[in-house]
């Protein structure tokens, strides 16, 4: 079945220094979307991306789509301690909109 | 709007019992799927749902039933349960079909299952 890799699965920084998180699909993905969940909650919906070489920008958090639609990427500079929580990416493929799969997860932990 | 509501939030069970995971939404969303997610392994999609009626199969089906009588519940069954299946729960929701501009899910907060 359809896949998408998400690197690195963990990721500790300090208070202030940046953070990117990527994913990867071996096959033309028709959207893809990121989701954070800090720790003991639930996915909330971030961003969703659909058109090739789209960039969206929330605040400090940056998300791009490639321009193959086969990879992503979210950024967010200068963390904050209220960063902390697992991002994940989740993609679809052609016309099976209707099965979203998610990446692995990547958790962010940020010292003050 | 209480949003996607999930039922109960914590079960442990022993191995070859049953249960269900209650899932109901307040939204009239149409689209209703069951995630599980695991340390290193992400949310995996087991069943999703296009409409009262209609079920189907994601990455992770086996061990589980659904069904969808009404449009607000969609619950997830463990027939016998396994330690495998130790977990916790996600059930997710969203509004249309898969059209791009409705692809958004809503998450209730899990259910965390242990099977011993």
């Known amino acids: 079945g359809q896949q998408v890799m998400q690197i690195p699965q963990y990721q500790h920084v300090q208070e202030g220094e940046d953070f990117t998180t990527y994913c990867n699909s071996s096959?033309?993905?028709?959207?893809i979307q990121w989701y954070k969940q800090r720790p003991g909650g639930h996915p909330v919906f971030l961003i969703q991306l659909v058109k090739s070489g789209e960039v969206k920008k929330q605040k400090r958090l940056t998300f791009q789509f490639g321009e193959a639609k086969k990879n992503s990427s979210l950024h967010i500079t200068a963390t904050q301690t209220t960063d902390v929580g697992t991002y994940f990416c989740a993609g679809s493929w052609g016309g099976a909109t209707n099965k979203l799969i998610f990446g692995t997860g990547t958790l962010l932990a940020v010292q003050p | 709007n209480a949003g996607v509501t999930q039922t109960p939030k914590f079960q442990v069970l022993k191995t070859g019992q049953s249960m269900t995971l209650q899932c109901a939404q307040d939204?009239?969303?149409?689209?209703m799927s069951w995630y599980r997610q695991d340390p290193g392994m992400g949310l995996r999609l087991i069943h999703y749902s296009v409409g009262a009626g209609i079920t189907d199969q994601g990455e992770v089906p086996n061990g589980y039933n659904v069904s969808r009588s009404t449009t607000e519940d969609f619950p997830l069954r463990l027939l016998s349960a396994a330690p495998s299946q130790t977990s916790v729960y996600f059930c997710?929701?969203?509004?249309?079909?898969?059209?791009?501009?409705?692809?958004?899910?809503?998450f209730g907060a899990g259910s965390r299952l242990t099977v011993l």
């Open positions: 939204m009239n969303h149409e689209y």
């Open positions: 096959t033309t993905l028709s959207n």
């Open positions: 997710a929701s969203r509004n249309g079909q898969g059209r791009s501009g409705a692809n958004v899910l809503t």
